[in-house]
């Protein structure tokens, strides 16, 4: 069987359980934050990229990461299956293997298991959160993100002292369609907040994988309804053919050495 195929109490004052991230506290958002443009960040953006484009972006670590390799969305379930963890470290691990970027959101589930699997291989990762850069949902990856911060790039929409609440991330899902190559959507149910992404992804012309398995569970309408709309299936046969579709990248242009 083909490894894509089938297979805390709250507070009321912090109903999302978001915290400060480590080593945050004490830092005035100027001193450890860049603010950029989309096109500063991505180069320049045709008209259907601006329409839901941020003006502003708040970015912390190591910005030379953009231009270093394809950047691929690996995104599906908080709430993933064991099969879609592994199915997630696996093509994480084999996106770093072959100089991509490993995209994700920094949610628990498949999005923790993209980021720490490139990160145990080697590789690169980018965060695109739904918080500001000082806080973390869950509060459970509050390290997480600050190590992404130090060694890897995590980027924000939302100021700092923005509230976090549950429109901050679909509003996520679209930066970061935006900001990847592909997003390829690996573990998600049939209301998986990762669906929104996908369609984005199909909006902006980008590549939209689906996992195989999900395309053969017949208790899910969306893959079948998104492959109408050029969605592709990712199997382990045509995992050389995913790879083929991404771009090469080199550094495009410069960003004046920042690391912030």
């Given at each position: 069987?083909?490894?894509?195929?089938?297979?805390?109490?709250?507070?009321?004052?912090?109903?999302?359980?978001?915290?400060t991230v480590p080593d945050s506290k004490n830092m005035s958002s100027?001193?450890?934050?860049?603010?950029?443009?989309?096109?500063?960040?991505?180069?320049?953006?045709?008209?259907?990229?601006?329409?839901?484009?941020?003006?502003?972006?708040?970015?912390?670590?190591?910005?030379?990461?953009?231009?270093?390799?394809?950047?691929?969305?690996?995104?599906?379930?908080?709430?993933?299956?064991?099969?879609?963890?592994?199915?997630?470290?696996?093509?994480?691990?084999?996106?770093?293997?072959?100089?991509?970027?490993?995209?994700?959101?920094?949610?628990?589930?498949?999005?923790?298991?993209?980021?720490?699997?490139?990160?145990?291989?080697?590789?690169?990762?980018?965060?695109?959160?739904?918080?500001?850069?000082?806080?973390?949902?869950?509060?459970?990856?509050?390290?997480?993100?600050?190590?992404?911060?130090?060694?890897?790039?995590c980027v924000s929409q939302f100021p700092e002292g923005y509230p976090?609440?549950?429109?901050?991330?679909?509003?996520?899902?679209?930066?970061?369609?935006?900001?990847?190559?592909?997003?390829?959507?690996?573990?998600?149910?049939?209301?998986?907040?990762?669906?929104?992404?996908?369609?984005?992804?199909?909006?902006?012309?980008?590549?939209?994988?689906?996992?195989?398995?999900?395309?053969?569970?017949?208790?899910?309408?969306?893959?079948?309804?998104?492959?109408?709309?050029?969605?592709?299936?990712?199997?382990?046969?045509?995992?050389?053919?995913?790879?083929?579709?991404?771009?090469?990248?080199?550094?495009?242009?410069?960003?004046?050495?920042?690391?912030?």
């Amino acid at each position: 069987m083909g490894f894509f195929a089938h297979h805390a109490a709250c507070d009321p004052k912090n109903p999302f359980g978001d915290s400060t991230v480590p080593d945050s506290k004490n830092m005035s958002s100027q001193a450890w934050q860049e603010s950029v443009t989309a096109e500063e960040l991505l180069g320049s953006l045709n008209e259907v990229e601006r329409k839901f484009a941020p003006k502003q972006l708040f970015v912390v670590g190591h910005l030379e990461i953009m231009q270093e390799g394809a950047r691929v969305s690996i995104v599906g379930s908080r709430e993933a299956s064991d099969v879609g963890l592994r199915r997630a470290k696996k093509l994480a691990r084999l996106v770093c293997e072959r100089g991509g970027i490993v995209v994700s959101g920094l949610a628990k589930g498949i999005d923790t298991a993209a980021h720490t699997a490139a990160i145990e291989v080697g590789g690169k990762t980018i965060a695109v959160i739904g918080t500001p850069q000082s806080h973390a949902y869950p509060k459970e990856n509050s390290e997480l993100q600050a190590l992404i911060q130090r060694d890897f790039l995590c980027v924000s929409q939302f100021p700092e002292g923005y509230p976090v609440q549950p429109k901050n991330f679909p509003i996520r899902n679209r930066t970061m369609a935006l900001i990847s190559d592909a997003t390829v959507i690996v573990d998600a149910g049939q209301t998986s907040g990762s669906i929104s992404q996908g369609w984005e992804a199909l909006r902006l012309g980008r590549g939209l994988f689906i996992a195989k398995a999900l395309t053969e569970n017949p208790k899910l309408t969306w893959p079948a309804e998104m492959m109408s709309y050029g969605a592709r299936v990712l199997a382990d046969e045509s995992i050389d053919d995913f790879f083929e579709f991404l771009p090469s990248r080199s550094r495009a242009f410069a960003f004046d050495e920042l690391s912030v």
